[in-house]
Nanobody, 127 residues
Framework: QVRLKETGGGLVQAGGSQTLACTASGRTFSMFTVAWFRQAPGKEREFVSAIDGRRGTTRYADSVKGRFTIATDNTKATVSLQMNSLKSEDTAIYYC????????????????????WGQGTQVTVSS
C-alpha cells in the first residue's frame, strides 16, 4: 500500500506562486511515475503534470506549460509542483497520484493508470 499526502495548498492571488508537495509513506518515488491532477467544482478531473521518478522525464498539460514545474528532490522522497503566474482558472483541488514506472509517457494523462492517490489539497486563486 502506498499512501500519498499532498501539502502546500491554500489561497493565493492571481499572478502569484504556490508550491505543492507530494510524499509517500515510508518510501521514495524512484520506482514510480508520479502525477498531479486537479478537479474544479462541476468539472472532470484533469491532468496537470507528471514525472518519471527514476529518469526525471516530465510532461505537462498545455494549460500549465511554461507556468508549472514538476520535480523530485535529490532523495526522490518528494515530488513538488511549482505553480507560477496563477490564474483564477487554476482554482481546484489538486491530487497527487502515483504508480509503478510507466515508461510510455503518452498515457500519463490517463487517471486510471494510477492506483495510488492522495486526499487532495485545495488551491484557490483569487482575482
Amino acid at each position: 500500500q502506498v499512501r500519498l499526502k499532498e501539502t502546500g495548498g491554500g489561497l493565493v492571488q492571481a499572478g502569484g506562486s504556490q508550491t505543492l508537495a507530494c510524499t509517500a509513506s515510508g518510501r521514495t518515488f524512484s520506482m514510480f511515475t508520479v502525477a498531479w491532477f486537479r478537479q474544479a467544482p462541476g468539472k472532470e478531473r484533469e491532468f496537470v503534470s507528471a514525472i518519471d521518478g527514476r529518469r526525471g522525464t516530465t510532461r505537462y498539460a498545455d494549460s500549465v506549460k511554461g507556468r508549472f514545474t514538476i520535480a523530485t528532490d535529490n532523495t526522490k522522497a518528494t515530488v513538488s509542483l511549482q505553480m507560477n503566474s496563477l490564474k483564477s482558472e487554476d482554482t481546484a483541488i489538486y491530487y497527487c497520484a502515483a504508480d509503478y514506472i510507466q515508461r510510455d509517457s503518452s498515457v500519463w494523462d490517463r487517471h486510471p493508470i494510477y492506483n495510488y492517490w492522495g486526499q487532495g489539497t485545495q488551491v484557490t486563486v483569487s482575482s
